[in-house]
């Protein structure tokens, strides 16, 4: 079981990526998923989550307007929309999926991700 979230890199204040979650070895179709981030010197902090079937959705409130969640669950993959990019969303940016298909958050709530893939780095320069 593999999570791997891609997409990062550098851009100016304003920009915009889309990072993108694949899955391997298991569907993550019947998963809630969630973007977490950490930055340097601060703790991770939850940005996004979505439920398996993308019909709801969290946003922190620093990226809401700005970032949007979504996912192609016929790719095996979830997607994080970012767009009018800021400095303070440097960070590297993380994917997970909880123990139990049952399992959505709704929050920044992290305890219950038990699949985490390696982080993409995200960096947004003034």
């Known amino acids: 079981v593999q999570l791997q979230a891609c997409g990062g890199g550098l851009v100016q204040a304003g920009g915009s990526l889309r990072l993108s979650c694949a899955a391997s070895g298991f569907s993550l179709g019947a998963y809630a998923v969630g973007w977490f981030r950490q930055a340097p010197g601060k703790e991770r902090e939850g940005v996004s989550c979505?439920?398996?079937?993308?019909?709801?959705?969290w946003l922190t409130d620093s990226v809401k307007g700005r970032f949007t969640i979504s996912r192609d669950n016929a790719k095996n993959t979830v997607y994080l929309q970012m767009n009018s990019l800021k400095p303070e969303d440097t960070a590297v940016y993380y994917c997970?999926?909880?123990?139990?298909?049952?399992?959505?958050?709704?929050?920044?709530?992290?305890?219950?991700?038990?699949?985490w893939g390696k982080g993409t780095q995200v960096t947004v320069s003034s």
């Open positions: 997970a999926a909880p123990r139990s298909h049952y399992y959505y958050s709704g929050s920044s709530d992290e305890s219950g991700m038990r699949y």
């Open positions: 979505i439920t398996s079937s993308g019909g709801s959705t």
